[in-house]
């Protein structure tokens, strides 16, 4: 076995980069999903949901921000192409949402995917002792959580 700078098997980080690379991926295409939303938004609610998406938008950004970064730690170039996104995403793309509760529903179907990969990666970090990811996918699922929590809420639905 391998270690790199930080400690860590240099195969086994090679694994959890590639996943990172995937979950960079997927916030991308969130990102805009929010960006698309919180510009197109309509209708009643138009001021809160404005507001909000901005937050979750501003908030995503910072989380994509993160993973490169983590990325770039762990010895890898992060993804960095709109060609390599829309390859790699599962995320569902939003495309022309104006309504609130469309807008809502692709929020949480967003972060429901986002949450699949994070939790594939904490289990796998976990396992080769990487607590920098480790860490940082846990903040995220605790964070996303509560987000869906909120948006279910919202739409009058039960998590």
Excluded: C
Aim: net charge negative; proline share 1%; charged share 25%.
């Amino acid at each position: 076995m391998t270690l790199n700078s930080i400690g860590l098997d240099t195969d086994k980080t090679q694994d959890i980069a590639q996943d990172l690379n995937n979950l960079l991926a997927n916030f991308q295409i969130y990102y805009q999903n929010l960006r698309g939303i919180h510009w197109n938004i309509k209708g009643k609610r138009f001021f809160d949901l404005h507001v909000k998406f901005e937050e979750l938008y501003t908030d995503a950004n910072l989380k994509v921000d993160e993973i490169a970064e983590r990325i770039l730690t762990l010895g890898v170039t992060p993804l960095h192409t709109f060609e390599d996104y829309t390859k790699a995403a599962k995320v569902p793309v939003g495309k022309n949402v104006s309504m609130d509760e469309k807008a809502v529903k692709l929020i949480v179907d967003s972060l429901t995917e986002l949450l699949k990969i994070e939790r594939h990666i904490l289990d796998a970090s976990d396992a080769i002792n990487d607590e920098g990811t480790n860490s940082m996918m846990s903040d995220f699922i605790t964070e996303q959580e509560k987000t869906v929590w909120m948006m279910k809420a919202w739409l009058g639905e039960s998590v």
